[in-house]
């Protein structure tokens, strides 16, 4: 038996020895500390099912996913328990052999330094690196994506001077790695499609027997899973939320894939060049080496330019982390200009490079002191702190989120007494203004955990007229506390940059016929009648070249009470207009969502804004429906 000299073995290796454990640390370092995302706890939800087949019903016809993923959790969690630690634990591992598979890949189809840069890449940079623990299918469709890229090359290239029992390994390997692919993630299965159809077309058909049956076994595997394939099919895609592609959405991937630092790229594409002159040479001997180039540039755009046609033919898919399968690729051609054989002066400019991309990860981006995703453990923290202080009893609470469970994973099984849930439609909006009056509790608390709309603060705001808490998190994250008193709190109110206001008693930057009837009003001597045949109201307007010099302006609020029978189809509109009179935002909100039938009510409208020189901002009330109302108390605040 043939005894391995394992001092040889690490002294050979030592670099991608280093640099995987480098990545493991990465990797390891407090993954299960960070909240789980929306689409882990929407996984972990969907396995809350007695058995298999109910979870496959309830968990996997109905997700757009490959059943694959779905089905390791729930016999891993059945095993291990929900805890962020085990939930995330194989992921990572995942993503480690990710990092191997690559360097096997590249070494097989550029040699050593190839390998070697594509390694050191996929381990440092932040993207990779951020998609390496959580428990999706990103990490481990990396790895069987990888180890595809291997074993495809060592079978239908390399097969000479290799026995049978090799060869028939390799061949599992690709089977497996086909079949991990189909089952994890679409867009990996359709690298394994990719692969296949270029294995077919470019490479020696003289040894495509091991090749030709794994692909047959691996379709044969998934036959089981046509159904939901055919299903997801008809789900279309996830353009509910997802916004279709524009002209540059490649450049922008590829700049968030190099750490959105163009400095980065350029030198990542300058160690290229500079490998390339050394290597030169020897590289050009290589007979496969300018079609492999070929095929690494073919892996890299396709599936880019199939999800971006499906995304405008059928709908949206496209984004960022469905081209973590690809997009190393371009890495793979980058390393194609690296020699095979390292010396000093490659090893010297490898420490360099993943000293870069790593300074340019951990200090520069900061990435373990950035929140990437919705904190539902953040805000759930906060909850608790908030009724501990206040009174759980004393609390109304709303929350706008996906799913109840994602904040329950946190806080308990208790309901947590929330009225509403999911605040999305108008009617959710009408049903969220008919809670608020009749709330008779002190303290008003909304959490956001999806994007949301303004209107749903500017509801709250108009009862509860006073902040007391709030906490922002980033990525659509925040808790609020309304109060109907002053009270001192631990949140200091934002000041407002500048406030015009009018009760009518005088004109202030209003154009228009002004109707003021001195008998009903909010408070003061005078008020604004807006009559059935006034379609609109006066007109506040302001170019903001004439205002002093303010910082960024970051949204409006406008302020009003109304008294009108019925809101009918009243509106405050904010609108933004350039110097020469052209639309650039327009905005309402309807009377109806916060009016209460002939007594006075307070309207509020805040619109997010970014402005230029010589834009006008203008404020007024449309009345399309023709309503009799009485205006007063109007102010308009710039933040």
């Keep these: 038996m043939k005894r391995i000299n394992f001092l040889y073995v690490i002294q050979n290796n030592i670099f991608i020895i280093l640099i995987i454990i480098i990545a493991s640390i990465l990797r390891f370092w407090n993954y299960d500390s960070f909240s789980l995302t929306n689409d882990e706890l929407s996984a972990l939800n969907r396995i809350r099912y007695d058995s298999v087949s109910d979870m496959l019903k309830g968990g996997v016809w109905v997700d757009g996913h490959p059943a694959g993923v779905q089905v390791f959790l729930y016999y891993w969690t059945s095993l291990f328990g929900i805890s962020e630690t085990y939930v ?7 993503s480690i052999l990710a990092i191997y598979f690559a ?15 594509v390694a ?16 999706r299918p990103y990490s481990v469709g990396l790895m069987f994506v990888m180890l595809l890229a291997w074993k495809w090359k060592e079978v239908l290239i390399i097969v000479n001077n290799k026995q049978f029992k090799q060869q028939f390994i390799d061949a599992i390997c690709l089977c497996l790695a086909i079949t991990g692919s189909l089952y994890t993630h679409y867009f990996a299965a359709l690298m394994a499609c990719i692969a296949g159809i270029t294995g077919l077309v470019f490479l020696n058909k003289k040894n495509y027997k091991f090749f030709i049956g794994a692909y047959l076994i691996s379709a044969l595997f998934y036959l089981i899973h046509i159904n939901y394939t055919l299903n997801h099919i008809k789900l279309g895609g996830v353009g509910q939320w997802l916004n279709l592609p524009d002209d540059y959405w490649f450049f922008n991937h590829i700049y968030t894939f190099f750490n959105e630092d163009i400095i980065l790229l350029l030198f990542i594409i300058a160690t290229c060049i500079w490998a390339y002159q050394v290597s030169k040479p020897k590289l050009q001997n290589q007979s496969y080496f300018k079609t492999l180039q070929i095929i690494s540039l073919i892996w890299t755009f396709i599936p880019f330019v199939i999800g971006y046609s499906y995304s405008y033919i059928i709908n949206p898919v496209l984004q960022n982390s469905v081209l973590l399968f690809s997009t190393p690729f371009l890495l793979f051609f980058g390393g194609s200009f690296w020699n095979n054989k390292i010396n000093l002066p490659h090893k010297l400019m490898l420490i360099i490079l993943g000293s870069v991309i790593l300074i340019s990860t951990v200090f520069i981006n900061k990435h373990y002191k950035k929140t990437h995703f919705t904190d539902f453990k953040g805000a759930a923290f906060k909850i608790k702190h908030i009724e501990k202080i206040y009174g ?10 996906n799913d109840p469970y994602y904040i329950m994973y946190y806080i308990g099984n208790d309901t947590l007494g929330v009225k509403k849930w999911y605040i999305q439609t108008e009617n959710d909006f009408k049903e969220l203004a008919n809670i608020v009056d009749n709330c008779n509790k002190s303290f ?8 949301s709309n303004n209107i749903i603060n500017d509801i ?26 002053l009270l001192k709190s631990s949140y200091n109110n934002e000041a407002p940059q500048m406030v015009f206001g009018n009760g009518f008693e005088g004109n202030n930057r209003w154009k228009g016929e002004l109707m003021f009837v001195d008998t009903i009003c909010y408070k003061g001597a005078l008020g604004l009648k807006l009559k059935p045949q006034d379609e609109y109201s006066p007109t506040w307007s302001v170019n903001i070249d004439t205002l002093p010099v303010l910082k960024k302006i970051k949204y409006i609020k406008a302020e009003t009470y109304v008294l009108s ?66 205006i007063d108390d109007f102010s308009i605040s710039i933040y």
């Excluded at 759980?392 to 706008?400: A, M, P, T």
Aim: with cysteine; aromatic share 18%.
């Design 120 to 135: 050191i890449c996929i381990s440092f940079l932040e993207f990779p690196l951020l998609y390496s623990n959580i428990a």
């Design 565 to 630: 029978g019925k809101a009918g189809d009243l509106q405050l509109v904010i609108s933004v207009e350039d110097n020469e009179g052209r639309l650039v935002k327009w905005s309402s909100c309807k009377f109806d969502y916060f009016v209460t039938p002939n007594k006075w009510s307070k309207i509020i409208h805040t619109v997010n804004v970014t402005l230029n020189k010589g834009e006008i901002i203008k404020v007024y009330i449309w009345n399309p429906s023709g309503e009799k109302a009485y």
């Design 444 to 451: 008003f608390m909304y959490v956001r955990l999806r994007p």
């Design 88 to 94: 995330r634990l194989p992921f990572v591992i995942c």
């Design 103 to 117: 360097y096997k890949a590249a070494y097989s189809w550029f040699g050593r330094g190839a390998g070697l840069f």
């Design 460 to 485: 709250i705001n108009a009862r509860y007229p006073y902040l007391i808490e709030y906490q922002k998190f980033d990525n659509y994250s925040d808790v609020y506390l309304y109060s109907k008193v």
């Design 392 to 401: 759980e009893n004393n609390i109304c609470k709303v929350f706008n989120i």
